[in-house]
């Protein structure tokens, strides 16, 4: 059983706000992204053995771990995932299908129809990591600050301008103050990143103040590091709008779309010497 599964998704995944999830239920969702990776809408069972070693989860009450699989599914019907079109707006849950059977010890699930772009056929605008380095994560706001940088992995710099949106994506309490955010959350995040063995390499973290206002109030969050090389299978968009006669920009979820087939691009990619526009 290989701990150490890739976990990838397109970018429209970190545009959802994951209110009230703590460590564990990050940990198990992560996982659920894993074993649905390039799977459809297929259903996939997992038991709760592999669960528990993916995940890292050290209680040892079944009971107690069944609870927690619960309430995770309770936290993941209340994330707003919609999908806009000029006809109509979709709002769905990502996982209708999830059937935890308490005798045979295994979770069942699925992807949403509507839901399945995010895990399938991913080969461009995506955010990729390491289970296994995201689980060795303690504190939900270590993990999702690095989901949401790795997303701009191999850029090596984010700035993250609007405040009020961050506050909501990191589940800052309301109750902090923009001081408290940064001392209590963002500064033990990155100290959290920066320890890890691989990724972000010279970590840094710098507030942006409006020094031309009264008060000098915090307007950005800027995030750099060594940028990580591209791999091979990590390729930017062939068909640009500029160059694409099939090139069409829709209001699916505000990404980009173009009609051709993934799965053949990518194959085609990776056998240059016989790829030609």
């Known amino acids: 059983m290989d701990k150490n599964e890739i976990v990838k998704y397109n ?7 994951f209110k009230n999830f703590g460590v564990s239920d990050f940990d198990f969702l992560m996982v659920l992204c894993a074993k649905l990776k390039d799977r459809g809408t297929d259903k996939v069972t997992l038991t709760f053995v592999e669960l528990r070693h993916l995940t890292g989860y050290k209680q040892t009450s079944n009971e107690q771990f069944i609870k927690d699989l619960r309430r995770m599914n309770e936290k993941l019907q209340k994330v707003t995932a919609c999908i806009e ?11 209708p299908t999830f059937v935890i059977h308490k005798e045979k010890q295994t979770l069942t699930i699925c992807v949403n129809e509507y839901f399945k772009f995010i895990l399938n056929d991913v080969v461009q605008n995506f955010t990729i990591f390491e289970l296994l380095e995201f689980t060795s ?14 997303q701009w992995r191999t850029q090596g710099v984010y700035i993250f301008h609007d405040i009020a949106d961050f506050r909501e994506k990191m589940d800052i309490p309301k109750s902090f103050s923009n001081k408290i955010m940064i ?16 990724s972000f390499e010279n970590f840094k973290f710098e507030c942006i103040y409006d020094l031309h206002k009264r008060g000098k109030p915090l307007v950005g969050l800027k995030f750099s590091w060594k940028a990580e090389e591209r791999k091979v299978t990590e390729i930017d968009d062939p068909f640009p709008p500029s160059k694409s006669k099939n090139y069409k920009k829709s209001k699916f979820t505000n990404i980009e779309q173009h009609n051709y087939d993934y799965k053949e691009l990518e194959k085609k990619l990776l056998n240059t010497n016989n790829f030609s526009l």
Not at 11 to 17: I, Q
Not at 192 to 198: G, H, V, Y
């Open 137 to 150: 994560l303690s504190s939900k706001y270590s993990k999702t600050l690095y989901r949401l940088l790795k």
């Open 85 to 95: 079109t000029k006809q109509e707006i979709l709002s769905f849950v990502l996982f």
């Open 183 to 198: 001392r209590d959350c963002i500064k033990r995040a990155v100290e959290e990143i920066t320890a890890l063995n691989k």
């Open 11 to 17: 970018n429209y995944m970190n545009t959802l706000n």
